[in-house]
C-alpha cells in the first residue's frame, strides 16, 4: 500500500470533528486494506509505532527530527523553528518547508507504508555509538522521498502527536462497521487484549466468533476494572449484600504480568514500567510463584511507616536513570488486591474465588509486598467495614473499596461491582490546555492553569476552570517546562499547549458558567497533584460534572 494513500485518509479525518464521518472514513479504510497490513495500518492510525505496552520507543525527540528535517529540505534549524512557531505544528511546518523544496531525490520512489513502518521501527533499536546521527540517518532515508502530506504525517508519527482526533473507541467503532461485528465483542476483545490491530485482523477474517476466542494472555495488559463512588458505606453493602472491603492505598495501580521467565510491570494507562522498579521486580520473584501470571495491586511508597505523597511514587515510576539510588531513598511497598489469570484466564471466577486464589499463591514480606487487607462484610457486620475505613484513615490511607464477592473482572469499565468511598471529597482530572505566566518576580513561571474536560458526545475537550494554587515552586517550575514544550501558540503572557497534562484538582463548589465551554465552572480550584499515571482518555467528562453538579 502507498503511503500518500494513508496520508490521504489522515487529511480527510482531520478535516472533520464529527465521530460518524472519521468511523465511516475508517471502515472504508479497513474494509480495503490487504489483511496482512491491517495491524500495521491501525496502529498507525492510532498514531503510533508500536503499542502503548511495548516496551520499544522510538526515543526521537523534536530537536533530532528538525536536524534530520534540515538535511533532507536545505534550511537551518532556525528556520524550521520559525515554521513551527508559524503554524504551531511540526505537521504543518514540514509540509510547508517540503513544499518549497527544489531539489528532488534522484532515484526517489514513492514510499509504501511497509517501508515507512519499518523505518520507523527500526528506531527503537538504533543504541550504542553514534545512536543519535544513525537515527538521523534513517529519518533522512524515509523523508528525503516524502511528498509535502506525507512528510506531515510522518514527522507527527515519528514525534508520537498524529492529531487526527482518532481515538480508540473510534477505531473499535469502524472495525465493527467493517466487518460487521457486534461492537460489544470487539469492546470486550480490545479490553482483553489492548490490540486493536490484531482485533481488526480477527473481526474482518473470522467475525465473532473468532473475536469470541481472544481472551488475555499473559504478557499483554488488560484495561484495568475501575470503581465508582458509594454514597455511604453502608449503603453500598446493602446494595450489594455482601461485599470485600479492602483499605485503598492511595499510589499507582499497577498490573504485573509473568510469562515464562519474563515479568513485566504495567501501569493503569498500560506503560510498562519494569525497568523504574527493580525492587518490586524483586519481590514478586519472590514472593509469587514461578508460574504464569496476571495478578493486580497498588504500589505505594511508605516513609516512617506511614505513606508519603502521590508524588513521590511518580518520581520513582518515570525515572529513567539513578534508579538504584532513588530505590534506597525511596521505597515502594505492593498491596496485591486481584488475580486475573494463573494457570488459566480468572477474570469470569467470582471475586470471591480470585481473592481465594490469590492468597493461595501469594507468600507475603510484610512490608514489601502483602495482599491488600480485606474484610468480608455482609449485613451482619457492617460495622467491620466502619472500622476499616477508621482504621484506613488514620494510618493516613485514603479510605476503602467496596467490592462485590460474586462479581467477575469487567476489564475497562466503571460499574456498579465495586465501589470506592473515601475521607476527602471527590476531585476531577482536567487536562491542561493552555496557561498565563505570572508577573515580576515570578513572570518565568506559568502561575495559572486552564484546564478541559471531555466531552462525551463529541469526543472534543472543552474548558472548565483556570487554577492557580496548591502547587509548590518546584512544581510549577517543572510543570511551565513542560508546557513551554507543549505550546502551541503564544499570545502576551497567555499560552495554548497541546492536551497532554492531567492534573487532580479539588474545588468547594461546581457552578453553571457561561465563561467556560463546557458550561460549567468550579469555585476555589485547587491543584491535588499531577496525574501522570492517567492519559487523555481517562479525565473527566462533561456529564459526570453534570451529574456531580445536579448532586
Ligand atoms: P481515584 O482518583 O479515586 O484513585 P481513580 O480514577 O484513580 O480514582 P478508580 O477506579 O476510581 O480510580 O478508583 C480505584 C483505584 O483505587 C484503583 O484504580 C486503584 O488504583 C486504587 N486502589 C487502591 N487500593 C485498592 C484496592 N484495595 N482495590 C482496588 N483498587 C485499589
Known amino acids: 500500500m502507498l503511503y500518500i494513500e494513508l496520508a490521504e485518509v489522515y487529511r480527510k479525518l482531520e478535516s472533520t470533528t464529527k465521530r460518524l464521518e472519521k468511523t465511516d ?35 526521537v525527540g523534536i530537536k533530532l527530527l528538525m536536524r534530520a528535517i534540515s538535511t533532507v529540505v536545505g534550511v537551518s534549524v532556525d528556520e524550521i523553528e520559525d515554521a513551527m512557531r508559524e503554524e504551531g505544528d511540526i505537521g504543518l511546518a514540514s509540509e510547508k518547508l517540503f513544499s518549497k523544496k527544489t531539489q528532488t531525490t534522484f532515484f526517489s520512489q514513492p514510499l509504501t507504508v511497509e517501508f515507512v513502518y519499518d523505518k520507523l521501527r527500526s528506531l527503537a533499536f538504533v543504541t ?11 529519518l533522512v532515508e524515509v523523508l528525503s522521498q516524502a511528498k509535502p502530506l ?55 477474517e473470522e467475525g465473532n466468533p473468532g473475536l469470541e476466542k481472544l481472551n488475555l494472555e499473559p504478557g499483554r495488559p488488560v484495561k484495568p476494572m475501575l470503581a465508582q463512588l458509594a454514597e455511604s458505606i453502608e449503603s453500598a453493602i446493602e446494595d450489594l449484600g455482601r461485599a470485600f472491603c479492602e483499605t485503598k492505598y492511595d499510589g499507582i495501580r499497577v498490573q504485573i504480568h509473568r510469562k515464562g521467565d519474563e515479568i513485566s510491570i504495567f501501569t493503569r494507562r498500560l506503560e510498562n514500567i519494569t525497568a523504574a522498579v527493580p525492587d518490586i521486580l524483586e519481590g514478586v520473584e519472590r514472593a509469587l510463584p514461578d508460574e504464569d501470571y496476571i495478578v493486580e495491586g497498588e504500589i505505594i511508597v511508605t516513609i516512617e511507616g506511614r505513606p508519603a505523597s502521590f508524588q513521590y511514587i511518580l518520581q520513582r515510576v518515570r525515572r529513567k536513570y539513578d534508579i538504584e539510588r532513588l530505590r534506597r531513598k525511596v521505597p515502594l511497598s505492593l498491596f496485591l488486591f486481584d488475580v486475573l489469570y494463573y494457570e ?36 451482619d457486620n457492617v460495622d467491620e ?13 485514603e479510605g476503602i473499596m467496596i467490592k462485590d464477592t460474586e462479581s467477575p473482572y ?21 487536562i491542561v490546555v493552555g496557561g498565563t505566566y505570572g508577573r515580576g518576580k515570578r513572570a518565568h ?24 494554587t496548591g502547587l509548590d515552586d518546584e512544581t510549577l517550575q517543572e510543570l511551565s517546562e513542560r508546557m513551554e514544550n507543549l ?15 492531567i492534573l487532580e484538582v479539588a474545588y468547594s463548589e461546581i457552578v453553571r458558567s457561561p465563561e467556560y465551554e463546557s458550561g460549567y465552572s468550579l469555585r476555589f480550584p485547587v491543584v491535588k497533584r499531577i496525574r501522570d499515571d492517567l492519559s487523555p482518555e481517562d479525565i473527566d467528562t462533561v456529564s459526570r460534572i453534570e451529574s456531580m453538579f445536579r448532586a
Open 487 to 501: 505550546a502551541i501558540e503564544r499570545k502576551g503572557r497567555k499560552l495554548s499547549v497541546r492536551p497532554e497534562i
Open 150 to 204: 506525507e512528510a506531515r504525517y510522518i514527522t507527527r508519527t515519528v514525534l508520537e502527536e498524529l492529531r487526527v482526533g482518532v481515538a480508540e473507541g473510534i477505531i473499535r467503532d469502524a472495525i465493527s462497521r467493517a466487518s460487521g461485528a457486534d461492537p460489544a465483542l470487539v469492546e470486550r476483545a480490545h479490553m482483553l487484549t489492548n490490540d486493536l490491530g490484531m482485533v481488526a485482523a480477527v473481526a474482518m
Open 344 to 379: 488459566r484466564p480468572l477474570i469470569d471466577e467470582p471475586l470471591r474465588e480470585r481473592r481465594r486464589v490469590l492468597e493461595s499463591i501469594i507468600s507475603e514480606i510484610p512490608g514489601e509486598i502483602e495482599a491488600s487487607r480485606m474484610v468480608d462484610v455482609g449485613p
Open 445 to 468: 513561571l506559568i502561575g495559572s492553569y486552564l484546564l478541559a474536560a471531555r466531552d462525551d458526545d463529541t469526543g472534543e475537550l472543552v474548558t472548565v476552570a483556570h487554577v492557580a
Open 385 to 397: 467495614a466502619l472500622w476499616l475505613f477508621r482504621e484506613s484513615i488514620r494510618e493516613g490511607h
Open 25 to 59: 472514513i475508517l471502515a472504508e479504510l479497513f474494509s480495503s486494506v490487504e489483511r496482512d497490513l491491517l495491524p500495521v495500518v491501525t496502529l498507525l492510525m492510532l498514531g503510533r509505532v508500536f503499542p502503548i505496552w511495548s516496551e520499544e520507543e522510538l526515543g
Open 128 to 138: 550504542g555509538e553514534r545512536a543519535q546521527s544513525r537515527k538521523i540517518g534513517i
Open 410 to 430: 469487567i476489564p475497562g469499565i466503571r460499574g456498579k461491582k465495586m465501589l470506592k468511598f473515601k475521607a476527602e471529597p471527590e476531585t476531577l482530572d482536567l
